[in-house]
Structures are given as C-alpha cells and as structure tokens.
C-alpha cells in the first residue's frame, strides 16, 4: 500500500475547510490564514502530485482503491491521467490567489451581520476550501459514482458562496442587489442540479447496463473501459447515445455550451471576482474534463454520433459569447460572456478528436484558468476601488493606476490569446486540431479570435484610456502589496507557459493518445503544413514519426 | 375496538358451529373440525408487539390510577423501557437468524415474522423512542403557573376557545394520554407490516389508525384547526378502511380464504377452492381484480399516495407537530411495508395486472406531490406535499418487483423516516406569540438569526432533495436502481424529473432561510430540553452516516428482503 497522495492532495483543503470553520468569531485574520496556509499545503501536494506524475508510465497513477458501498458496485478509486494531474494541480494553483484576492470580500456580509454566532469570514474562506476539495476529487475520480457525488456535492458549497458573499457593488441599489444575488445563486444550482439528476438516471442505467453484461455491476472507469476494449461491455446503440446524452447534458450545462449556458453570466456577474474565477476557472472546468473522461471513452460510438451537433454548439458557442460579450457594459458578464466563447474554443478542440485539438483543448483549460484568473481578479481589484461594474463609470484609470492598467491589460491580451502569451498555444492547437479534420469548423472558429480582440481592447480603452472624467478615478489608488503578490504570479505563468509550454504538454499528451484510442480514432494524415508549427511546441501528432511529412 | 370483538366473538361462535368461517380459516385450522383448538402462539417471536402492546396497556392504568404529578414520568419511563425492550426484543430475534433461515408464520398463521418484519419492527421502535421524545418536549410552550406544558391540549374534552378550555389552560393541566396512544400506534404499526392474513390486517389497521385520529385532534394551539384535521383524517380513513375491509371479502370469496399464502396459491392455481359454501365464487377473476385493487386502494391511502393523497396536507398541517412528525415517519414505514407484502407475498401472480396500475400511481404521485409542492406557503404543508414526492419515488422501488426492490425500499423507508422526524422536530422549535411559525414567511432571514438551526434544517432539506452525500441520496439511489434493473427505466426518468421538481421548493426554504431580509416581527427559536434536541442530532448523524457510508444499512435491509410465504 504505497502513500495514498491522491487521498491528501484532496483531503488537505477539507481538514482546512473544517478548521477554518471552527476558528472564533473574534479571531477573522486567523481564519484568512489558516486557509491560505492549507491552501498552500495542497498546492505543494498538488506539485508532488504533477512530479511523482510520469508521463511515460501507466495510463491512471498513484491509484487508490477501497471497497465503499459494495451493494451500489461503488468503490472508492482514485487515479490521475496526465488530464487529471494538470487539472488538479490548476485548482491547487489558482486557491491561494483566489483567497488572497478575497481577503476583504467577506467583510462586508461581517458588518451586515446581525448575529456574530454567524461568523460570515470563517464561513466564507471555508466554503472555498470546501469547493477546493471537492473539485480535486472529482478531478481524481475514476468511479463514475464517486465522482458523480462531487460533481454535485459541489454545487451546495458554490451556491452558498454565490448567494451568501455575492458582489455588494451593485448599480440598483441593496435591495435589488440582494434579489439578484438570490436570483443567479438559485440559477446556478437549478440548472446544474437538473443537469446532474439528468446525469444520475444516466448513471443508475450504465450500472444496469454493466450488471447485464459483465454480471456484476460497477462503476469502475478502468474497468468499464477494459471491458469496452475487449467486447465484454456491450450496449444497444440507442441504450448508448441516451446514455451519452444523459453525461453529456450534464457536463455540458457544467461546462457551459450554449443555449445551457444562460446560468454563468448571472453567477459570476453576481458572485465576487474572486468567487467568479472560482465558478469560470476551477469548477467549470469539471464539465469539460469529464467530456473527455466519461463521454468520449464510455460512449465512443455515441460521441460520434453526436460529434456533428456538439460541434455546431461549440461554435455557436464561441461567436455568440464573443459576440455578446462586445455588447456588454458590465465588465464582469463581459468576462463571463468571454469565458463562454472560450469553452466553446475547448469543447471544439475535445470533440474534433484529433490529437492537437484534444491536446490543446487540455491545456486550453488550463490556460483559459490562469488568464481569466488574471483578468477577473484585476477588475475585481478595480470594481472595489470604484464600485461600480460598469463600464462606463470608468476612463482614464491608466493615469492614476497605472500598474493596475497594466496587469489589466496583461489579462486581456492573454485572454484574446496574443502570440507569446500561454493561451495563444493552446487556441492555435485547437484550431489546427479541429481545421485537421473539420476545415469549415476550424475557419469559423477563427473569427472567435477577432471578436475576442475587439472586446478585450474595446474594454480597455473605455476603462483605461482617456481622460480622467470621474472625481473618484483621480483618487484610485494603485494595486497594494497584496494585490500585486496575487497578480504578478499569474502574469508571470501566462508569460512562462507561453513560451515554453512543453512541460505541460507532454504530461497531457500520453492521456490524450489514450482517450483518442478509446474512441478509435487516429488523426487524418495532413495535407497542410501545419505539423511545422507543432514542432516549435515540441508536439508529435500521432500516428507519425514525428514530423517527418513533406 | 368494539367491533372487533363482535367480529372475534362471532367468529368464535360459528368456528363451534361447523360451518367454515373466517378465524378457523384465517387459522389454517381446516381440519378441526367441530372442536375449537387451543391456539400455539409462539410468544418468543412476538415479544416485540406483546411487549409495546403490554406497556401501552400499563399506560392506561398509570393514567387511570396514579396521581396527576407522578404521571408524566412514569409515563415517560414505561414508554421507553417498553420501546428499548422490544427493539432489543427484535435485535435479539435477528440475532438468532428469525430474520433469515428460521423465518417462519407465526400466530397460526396471522403473522409472519421474518426478515422484513424485523427490520421494519426495528425501524418503527426507533421512530417511536424519537417520537416519544419530541411527545415529551416541555419546554417550548410558555409555562402556565410555574408548570411546564408540552404541545398537547391541555384538557382535550373542553370546547376550542370555551369556558373549560381557559380554566384547564390556566390550572397548566397536562395530559399523559398521548403516550399510551403512542405506544398502541406503534404496536398497531409493528403488526401491519407483520401481517399474513387480510383480517389481521385490517385489525393491525385499526389499532394504529384510531389513536393516530386522536392524536391529530390533540393540539394546544390552534384547536380548531387542529380537530378540522382529525375529523378529515378520521372520515377519509374510515372510507380507506373500509374499501380495504370490503376488498377484504371479495377476495376472501375469490379464495375461500383470507391467508396470504393460500390466496397466493388459488391465484397461481395450485390450490382449488373446495369449500362447497363458495362454489359460486370461487375462481371468478372479477372478484379477485376488484378485490385486490380495493385492498391495495386501502393501503394506498395510508401511504399518501395520489390519487389517495387528499388527507395529507390537511393533517400534516392541523395536527399537533410531534405527531405529525411521528405520523409522517412511522405510517409510512408500516404501510409500505403492508404494501411491500401484499404485493409481493399475495399477488405476484397478478403481476401483470398491478404494474402498469402502479406505474402510473407512482408517476402521478411523484410528480403531483412534486408540483403542487412548489405553490406551498406553509413549511407543514410542503414537508406534507414533499412526502407525497417520496410516496412515489418508493413505489418507483415497489415496482422493481425484485428483492433489490424489498431491500431499496427498507433502505429509503429507514433513511426518510429520520430526516422526516428531524424535520418537523425543527419545525418545533420556531415559534412565535401565536406558537409555532410555520408560515414560510416567518422563515425569512432564519439563517442570520439562528444560524445552527438553520444549517440543521438545511442539511434535512438537502436530504429530501437527495443531494449526494446524504441519506436521501443513498436511498434514492438505491431505489431507481432496482427499479431500473426490474424494467422500469421509464419510472426512473420521471424520478429524476420530480426530484428536479423538487429540489426547487427545497432550495426555494433555504434561500429564504439564508439569503432573506429578517423580518421585523420575525419568529424566536425556542431553546429545547435534551429530548429534542437529542431527537434533531440523532436525525443529522443518521442522515449523514446513510449518506457517506450506507453499506452496512444497505446489507442490513438486503439481508432482510425476503418475504416468508
């Protein structure tokens, strides 16, 4: 029984969560940092998690296995893939800026308080961890009922954090503030509970199905996909696609794709910056690991089947979130509207089932986390200054704060995925990946890409450039010092990563090719000169001896 | 219970006559000719119900004879000690295999004891022990002259709002007739699901329904509301009753007897009716469809299923809130399992016959408790509406006709009845001038003030929903899945959709409990004594403990999911 690191890594933010709850009323400051510390811990956790990883190795690492409700075939196993390991070491990585960037936010529900018993701070900053651990096992599952139940256990957590420490700073006053903040809480666990009960029929019938054919039900991923491989697992094709449907509406509403995605500008226009870097960069981003997890590999038939239309979505998703986002004046749906056209980018890339695409949707992810992170958190940073989300109460702000602007604009180059920066890499795999096998598919997505200019640089300019209008933007300050330990880290990343993100993909890469076999596909042999470009990224499609075409 | 004599003493007097009649039938005595057996009983394996039967019985006479001031405790005492002796009774039994290999019909054939007795038995002595303690709760109501009062009235035979009912209310009279009832409710409960015969039944029926009518009409506060309740639930149970009693005699002319085995057997023709009295009817399939739905019509109604759900809001909500608690908990457990057994043990062989009738039972229940739910505004009335919801989602379990399904709806039944008791022992302890504030309204803000409760409340409410990690989830599981592996797939979605439905009104209390404004004049949270609040942590562990490790409760209920015959 070696050391059970997968178990630590997600238990570490729980005993933090616990703790933290049960520091004093009195004791606020201790609360923040006992979970800073714990989420430290995890981040280091995490680390060990993504070295001990070897990319060379078995297809699940530092697997754990016990017998859990026998009566259910329910078993608690856990085993990352190189997909896990960069996902979970994401979650660990962005807590601590997410807690350090929500120091303050807490504060406020303190003084509307009317009852200390109540301790909003402790609860606050344990809610977060709670989150923390459950996204880490769900990236860490490899029973489809234990991660089922953290799928949507996370859920309560999230909504408390949306509805109870939701963002103050609202233009139609406290009462109207506080409906709305009520409004996308219930949103956001309504239609992500319809998601998942739709996902649990979906569940009980794979058990069913696994129990008819293999006699023994089970839940078990490696299992089923042993089982898929050799022929044991069988299931009728309409059995199939129903089954596909049921995970994949789930994941979907999760992810978000358009039209399931209406939830995610209430709740992070509604929910604090840093609670919203929280839903768009950490938990959102379970939907579309388990696409590539659950759906593709349990259902490959039926992923294919579906490909065509998840495809449109996809892209409907990526023009109609950059397009909206254009049109809107609160720089935090704006984000929201940008991260839907961004998911868009990712579930094109996991369904284009192509190496470079899947390859990039996953870094994609891992990418779209860090620079939204960036982003969100520096106009979190500005709309406490000012209070006010919208666009238009600002102008000029590069004058007065100027670091602030620059780490603003840091974020948005990154996120309209300027060459140099880390999102760059994975949007152009995705591009290449899906324009390999979907040419039409592949162009259209492309005009994300302009759009997204058009609405990072419109921002800026209407925020920071310009006179300085407003009496409150002459005084803003800059970023403090704990502001800046927050930001600066990410910058740094979005900086490093881009230009050498071969570390990260070659942990992903091995999963990717295991999860392409799964489906039974292989990459179509190129007819355009695109593998050039993958070699400056180090990237070897498969299928080819690397490189050596033309 | 007059009736029931009359029945017993004419029974009694035909069985001497010769001629066959239900009780020398209902016996198995067919050979017995012109002599009237002494009865074996096998007093052993029915220690539990003799024992809660036997306490109740000491409850009328301490209540008859013994001083007003030392009623309470002994009252208190006799329902507990009889409580944990009977349940340490049913341990014991399971403990020597009763439930699995030495399953056997016991009371010449009017009971049978085997492994889904017990565990039910087992299951309703522990709702019963948390009843009694949230019956026992005084601490709540403002005293009256120095002594305490609990929720009951304090002098039930005065008019509402009368002369009488002032005078009692200010003496701060109590009254200890709620345990005695208490206690024959429970035994009633335990025979029903024990029950092997239709007559036994229907008695097992009647000894836990009229005290529960009584209880409903028992409340200190809002009286009239409160005997509205129990007159409803006296009237529409009484029709209940007799459909079941009426079905009772069709099939028993179908048959030629009110055995469930030797029903079972005339069904799948194995045994043919010989007696020459029933000639006619015998074997007429008319008599055994009617027959057969009208029992199950019977049982239906105490289950709250729709289109037999009418009583329920009403009583939940006019009832005193302990009893509702209990009521809510424990009539289920014994009615379901009555159901389980009747389906399973008398019709299996018209199988064909009952499930599509169920399925679309079960569809409408879950989804009409489901809907009108969300309209409620009344936390009574929507935990009322909410356990219609879960009426259906356990016949989803009935339906799956296999012993995954037995053992699914033990497992759901154990885990509901827990989160049910905790629920409206919370429900208890908001309260206001006018006592308990069960207008959701009143609700608003709840979390700010009282942040504990709230979460409790919250965490039973997640419950109900069957957010994964708690009991209701496990449940829920485990019943959609035996549904889904006995071929109601369809049954499941529809589940699912009702659960969405559901999950709605569930969250829609918790936001108003923690994302609400207080209200001004909003309602105090009552400090209660050790019992209630015992009763509310003992609902939160259950609920947890089923939610994050079932398995040992799962292999419980699957060691026990199956019928004697």
Redesign the interface.
């Known amino acids: 029984m070696s050391f059970p690191l997968l178990t630590v890594t997600a238990a570490l933010p729980a005993v933090g969560a616990v703790a933290t709850a049960a520091v004093p009323a009195a004791k606020r400051t201790a609360a923040k940092w006992l979970a800073l510390l714990f989420s430290l811990a995890t981040l280091v956790s995490a680390g060990v998690v993504l070295a001990r990883f070897d990319p060379g190795g078995a297809r699940y690492q530092l697997t754990e296995s016990h ?6 075939g329910v078993r608690y196993e856990l085993g990352v893939d190189g997909i896990g390991a960069a996902l979970m070491a994401l979650t660990a990585l962005l807590i601590p800026f997410v807690i350090g960037a929500g120091w303050h936010d807490a504060d406020q529900v303190e003084e509307e ?3 200390r ?3 909003p701070t402790q609860g606050f900053f344990a809610l977060i961890l709670a989150v923390e651990a459950m996204v880490l096992v769900s990236f860490a599952a490899t029973d489809v009922f234990l991660f ?3 799928f ?2 996370m ?2 957590p999230m909504y ?1 954090l949306i ?2 420490f939701g963002d103050r700073a609202h233009a139609a006053g406290e009462e109207e503030g ?1 409906k709305q ?2 409004y996308a ?2 949103k956001f ?2 239609y992500n ?2 998601g998942g ?2 996902m ?2 979906a569940v ?2 794979l ?2 199905v696994s ?1 008819d054919s293999l006699g023994e039900g089970t839940f078990s991923l490696p299992e089923l996909l042993k089982a898929r491989a050799s022929g044991d697992l069988t299931m009728s094709t309409a059995t199939e696609r129903l089954l596909f449907l049921g995970f994949f509406v789930a994941f979907a509403i999760k992810a978000p794709l358009w039209p399931l995605h209406t939830w995610l500008p209430n709740a992070m226009g509604e929910a604090t910056a840093p609670i919203a870097v929280l839903i768009t960069a950490v938990v959102d981003k379970v939907g579309t690991f388990a696409m590539l997890r659950f759906c593709l590999g349990l259902f490959p038939n039926a992923s294919h089947w579906a490909t065509p239309v998840v495809l449109g979505l996809a892209l409907v998703s990526v023009l109609y979130g950059a397009l909206l986002a254009v049109g809107q004046r609160d720089i935090k749906r704006l984000v929201a509207y940008a991260s839907i056209s961004h998911f868009g980018f990712i579930i094109l890339g996991v369904f284009a089932m192509t190496s470079q695409g899947q390859g990039g949707a996953t870094l994609y992810m891992v990418f779209h986390g860090i620079s939204t992170a960036a982003l969100m958190l520096v106009a979190g940073f500005l709309i406490s200054r000012r209070g006010s989300r919208l666009i238009a109460d600002y102008g000029g702000v590069q004058k007065v704060a100027p670091v602030l602007a620059g780490t603003f604009l840091v974020g948005g180059l990154a996120t309209l995925s300027l060459p140099g920066l880390a999102p760059f890499v994975s949007e152009f795999l995705v591009l290449v990946g899906t324009f390999s096998r979907y040419p039409a598919a592949g162009i259209i997505a492309t005009a994300g890409i302009i759009l997204a200019a058009l609405y990072v640089l419109v921002l800026y300019q209407r925020t920071m450039t310009g006179p300085v209008r407003k009496p409150e933007i002459e005084k803003m300050p800059d970023l403090r010092v704990r502001e800046l330990a927050v930001v600066a880290p990410l910058v740094a990343l979005l900086l490093f990563l881009g230009i050498f993100p071969k570390p990260l993909s070659e942990i992903v890469n091995p999963a990717v090719e295991h999860t392409l076999s799964d489906v039974q596909k292989k990459d179509p042999e190129p007819q355009h000169p695109v593998a050039d470009h993958n070699a400056w990224f180090d990237y070897k499609p498969a299928g080819h001896g690397g490189g050596d075409h033309e | 219970m007059t009736g029931i004599t009359d029945l017993a003493s004419a029974g009694g007097a035909s069985g001497a006559s010769g001629v066959p009649s239900l009780w020398t039938l209902a016996a198995g005595a067919a050979g017995a000719g012109d002599k009237l057996q002494a009865p074996s009983i096998e007093y052993g394996k029915l220690s539990p119900v003799l024992i809660v039967l036997g306490a109740a019985a000491l409850g009328v006479v301490i209540d008859a004879f013994a001083p007003r001031k030392a009623r309470y405790g002994a009252q208190l005492f006799v329902v507990l000690a009889g409580l944990a002796a009977a349940f340490a009774a049913v341990i014991g039994l399971a403990a020597s295999g009763v439930g699995s290999s030495k399953a056997q019909i016991a009371g010449m054939g009017a009971l049978a004891i085997d492994g889904p007795t017990l565990f039910l038995q087992g299951t309703l002595l522990l709702v019963g022990i948390v009843g009694a303690f949230t019956f026992a709760e005084r601490r709540l109501e403002p005293a009256a002259h120095g002594s305490r009062v609990d929720s009951f009235a304090a002098q039930p035979a005065s008019v509402p709002g009368g002369e009488g009912e002032r005078e009692a209310v200010k003496a701060g009279w109590t009254t200890t007739e709620v345990f005695p009832l208490l206690m024959f409710a429970v035994g009633g409960m335990m025979l029903f699901p024990a029950a092997n015969d239709l007559l036994t039944l229907f008695i097992a029926l009647e000894v836990f329904s009229l005290p529960l009518y009584l209880l409903c009409a028992l409340a200190r506060r809002r009286r009239l509301l409160s005997q509205e309740a129990a007159v409803k639930y006296f009237l529409l149970g009484a029709f209940s009753s007799a459909f079941l009693l009426f079905g009772t005699a069709l099939l028993y002319g179908y048959a030629g007897t009110v055995n469930y085995s030797g029903i079972a057997r005339v069904v799948s023709g194995a045994d043919a009716v010989s007696d020459p009295v029933l000639a006619d009817t015998t074997g007429n399939d008319a008599l055994l469809l009617i027959g057969g739905a009208l029992v199950v019509m019977g049982l239906l109604f105490k289950v709250g299923a729709v289109p037999f759900h009418m009583w329920t809001p009403d009583v939940y909500q006019g009832a005193p809130t302990p009893v509702t608690g209990f009521m809510a908990a424990a009539t289920k457990v014994a009615a379901f399992g009555a159901l389980l057994r009747l389906l399973y043990v008398v019709l299996p062989g018209l199988r064909w016959d009952w499930r599509p009738v169920m399925w679309g039972v079960a569809i409408l229940t879950m989804l009409g408790g489901a809907v009108v739910a969300i309209t409620q505004t009344d936390i009574k009335r929507l935990l009322a509406y909410s356990s219609i919801a879960h009426a259906g989602f356990l016949l989803a379990g009935v339906i799956a006709t296999s012993e995954d399904g037995i053992s699914s709806v033990l497992f759901y039944l154990g885990a509901y009845s827990f989160v049910t008791l905790g629920a409206f022992a919370v429900v208890t302890l908001v309260r206001d001038a006018g006592g308990e504030a069960t207008h959701l309204s009143k609700w608003a803000g709840l979390g700010r003030r009282s942040p504990l409760l709230a979460a409790v409340f919250a965490v039973f409410l997640l419950a109900f929903a069957g957010i994964p990690l708690t009991s209701g989830f496990a449940g829920k599981f485990a019943v959609f899945k035996a549904a889904a592996e006995g071929g109601a797939g369809a049954l499941v979605v529809v589940g699912v959709i009702a659960s969405a439905i559901a999950a709605f009104f569930y969250l829609r209390v918790i936001v108003l409990m923690f994302f609400s404004e207080p209200q001004a004049d909003g309602p105090s949270v009552a400090v209660p004594s050790v019992m209630t609040t015992s009763a509310i942590a003992l609902g939160v562990v259950v609920t947890v403990v089923l939610g994050v490790a079932p398995q040992y409760f799962l292999d419980l209920a699957g060691q026990a999911g199956v019928f004697v015959r």
């Open positions: 017998a859990w409700i026998s009566d259910f308080s009317p009852n018993r109540w301790r089922y139940i953290f949507e256990a859920l309560i408390f509805g109870g506080a903040r009520s809480a219930v666990l309504l509970l319809a009960l739709v649990l029929a009980i019938g058990f069913v129990s």
